[in-house]
């Protein structure tokens, strides 16, 4: 069976408090960079190797792998408090995302701006329920980076079709394919992890999926 692996940690583990004699450019790029250093000890201790940031080119639309291990895919994500690794030696086209529960959103005014019609309908049945807003949010970003697109695509386009009452599915679009995904809602966190599937009459089989938390 094929298998996802997720590794995600609090920021505050990884990154220490940064000086205030930092600008804010500064610090902006002091925590990418530690950011940055984190994935490659994470990558590096799956690959029992060394990795580098001069490791990893990048595909014609941003999207960075190593060229060095084609059978290894990876993406990750953060937000604001959390960070997360989606990583497997089998599924080729994977996407990660993470949100903060707590993180202050215009809920509305975004999912008027990125939530395809139905999305926006099932949201307001849902009496405009914030987790069923992160989960539909999660899912597209999921999806748009597991196809390599990103933010190419109009959000809108993409329904996603969340259910509130499920944690996984399937969504397709003509210029994306067919994806499936996991939504993972963790204490004060929402992650969702997506990749390229099949449909057929059969349906999808989910892969393992191996969660992971540095403490």
């Not at 959390?82 to 030696?89: M, N, R």
């Not at 139905?118 to 405009?128: A, I, M, N, P, V």
């Not at 509130?164 to 397709?172: I, K, L, S, V």
């Not at 992890?193 to 393992?208: D, I, L, M, R, T």
Request: contains cysteine; hydrophobic residues 35%.
């Amino acid at each position: 069976m094929a298998k996802i692996q997720l590794e995600w940690t609090a920021l505050a583990q990884i990154i220490p408090e940064l000086s205030e004699n930092l600008s804010r450019t500064q610090q902006v790029a002091e925590k990418k960079a530690l950011i940055y250093q984190f994935r490659n000890q994470l990558i590096g201790q799956q690959l029992n190797t060394d990795i580098h940031n001069s490791d990893f080119a990048k595909t014609e639309y941003g999207k960075p792998y190593l060229s060095a291990y084609p059978n290894f895919h990876f993406n990750h994500s953060h937000s604001q408090q959390h960070y997360v690794l989606a990583s497997s030696q089998k599924i080729a086209h994977l996407g990660v995302d993470i949100e903060d529960l707590t993180r202050k959103v215009r809920f509305e005014s975004l999912a008027l701006h990125a939530f395809h019609p139905e999305e926006l309908t099932k949201w307001e049945q849902e009496s405009q329920d914030p987790a069923y807003w992160f989960k539909v949010w999660t899912t597209k970003e999921a999806v748009l980076k597991a196809s390599g697109l990103g933010i190419r695509l109009d959000l809108k386009e993409l329904n996603t079709q969340c259910m509130a009452d499920q944690n996984g599915g399937m969504c397709t679009h003509p210029k994306l394919g067919v994806f499936a995904y996991q939504n993972i809602q963790l204490p004060h966190v929402m992650l969702t992890v997506a990749w390229q599937s099949e449909q057929s009459c059969k349906g999808f089989n989910f892969p393992q999926i191996e969660l992971k938390q540095y403490a």
